[in-house]
């Protein structure tokens, strides 16, 4: 045989093992992982003199300067116009006040309520592509549908690069219960893993029914011959929207919150040239708030559910476009999942999908799909609970009893959907987001979702200035938001979009061993350090410094709030000072995340979260009255038991409410007592 003929035998299982190797290292080969890089500004450390420098962060300007700002535009100066006021600081108006500040317009923005107040802090909590999504553009060969998916991957990278604090990658299980459905479903997250490309983390794989097991621990194991995981993004929502909020401050934005639109300006040609606001935090204190206007060279309506209310103000004859959804969602204990891994339910009773994924140390449920009337705290209804309860006991172990008083909290979110007013078809419904202009030019940004926040915020930017010759420019003294004059970001502020790079503040000093030096100088506990450093990022050196001395060995600094959460004075402290908070449930909801965690812990706390405040922002006795029925309203949209309701203040400091008629309270042995026939353990054997 020739050399040549020898050749040509051995190139085929060459080329075989050339393709299994380059397999092979593509899957493990080296790679910066988004959100696993070291911080950009490194945690500081004790000079050689012995001190110990904290870093200097920029400060915002405080809530009475930014009103006092928003009154400057009316007054008949065109340099104190703005360019853009922005109705609603939800994710997407938020997202567009960052965008634009950073193009160097001058940005307003006024928020009803709070800052996440609606449906952006009632969110599943995941940052996805859409596995689901992904499965429906295959199997009905919708193009639309894939690139809505291929986009909301680039998303999710762009998520974790500029908020890797409140983001995290999280392994979601795909339980099997068919050998059919192991190709098929192998198959789907492989294509989810291309799709992904350099937007993703690790590769999805399967495990067999004992190494699924081993992993979550509390699978029902009948049926089962194995598991699939893939890979997404999860984060903590609320948290997230403050600090697009903040952030946008920093830039130079003027951000306020429970600061109401009451009505929209118009000149003599019908145009939209401003809006009247007031301010709802006197009335609380029981004052009158007086009303004032403020101009602008484009609105933009970006309020979610309620889109339909500024569009009314606008046109009353206008018709409505949003058709809103209620999603529900219930926290149960920790231990009802891994710490570290999620699990989807494809394909539950009635065809909807259902995830089950571990949040702030407790599991998170949902969520349902349902139509539903506009309020501001819809109340989770007790079917929808019940039936999430069902879904998931189909997939846990027989032996876990699942039950109703494990509820922690539940609440119920509006999910904006909308249809397009010029469409001929005005049912059907718009399949991501909407960018709409009225001729009165109201612009009106809604629909989408939290992983496409920064994508909507870029179009919309994007349409205002094309539609009203907005003039972006260069930042050409960029706040240091690190807290370093050293470091600077990797975004070029040069008038374009590039909210893609710029990280919210936090993320510059953040790594995962950043607790560490938090515990180490401050003499936090390791749980409380581990919270901050995950809900502040490198802020956390602020907020631990604004905690309490406890005067004991261990730990030096941080009352808690709450015995079961780490949730700690300091924050409180923080939220008032550098956060805008105004109202307890500001503080319980959105700062912390305790009334979405456990809605009786929060009542609980609410005393003390009332002192602190008190202390912050001089309230006397009839404004702390207003703050506790106001709170104890709102945890009744948290799921708070309704016995819990008609409890006072002076009960809970005193410790003497009945938790005997809880369901709770009978779910537990609470006696020493044994059962009947039950035999000591030093008499077993009739000894």
Known sequence: MSRFAKARRLLPPLA?????????YYVYRPRNIVGYEGPVVPPPIFGADGTFKLPRFPKVKTRAEQIADLQKSNSGSKEEEYDVLVIGAGATGAGVALDAATRGLKVAVVERGDFSCGTSSKSTKLVHGGVRYLEKAVWNLDYAQYELVKEALKERKYFLQTAPHLSMWLPIMLPLDRWWKVPYYWAGTKFYDLLAGSEGIESSYFLTKSRAI??????????????????????????????LAMTAALYGATVVNHMEVTNLLKDDKGKLFGATVKDNIPERDGDVAEKFNIKAKCIINCTGPFTDGIRKMDDPKCKEIVAPASGVHIILPGYYSPG?????DPATSDGRVIFFLPWQGNTIAGTTDEPAEISKNPLPD????????????????????????????????????VKDPKANNTQSLVRSHLIDISESGLMTCAGGRWTTYRQMAEECVDAAIAEFNLRPRPLTNPPRVSGTENVVDDAPLDGTCQTHRVRLLGAHGWCRTLFIHLIQHFGVETEVAKHLTESYGDRAWTVAELCSPTEKRFPARGERISQLYPFVDGEVRYAVRHEYAQTAVDVLARRTRL???????????????????????GWDGKREEVEWRETVKFLESMGLPQPMLSVTRKQIEQGKIDWKSSLEYNMYSRHD???????????????
């Open 16 to 24: 075989l093992a050339g393709a299994a190797g380059g397999a092979l």
């Open 214 to 243: 081993d992993a979550f621990p509390m699978l029902k194991q009948s049926d089962l011959v194995g598991a699939l995981v893939y890979y997404d993004g999860a984060h903590n929502d609320s948290r997230m929207n403050v600090s």
């Open 340 to 344: 570290k891994m999620g699990l989807l």
């Open 382 to 417: 007790e079917k929808s609970i019940e039936w999430i309860l069902k879904e998931v006991s189909h997939y846990l172990s027989p032996d876990i009893n699942v039950r109703r008083g494990d509820v922690l909290a539940a609440w119920s979110g509006l999910r904006p959907l």
């Open 595 to 617: 009334a979405f965690l456990n809605a009786q812990a929060a009542l609980e706390a609410l005393p003390r979260v009332i002192d602190l405040m008190a202390e912050e922002l």
């Open 673 to 687: 007592k044994r059962s009947e026939g039950e035999v000591d353990g030093g008499n077993e054997g009739g000894q």
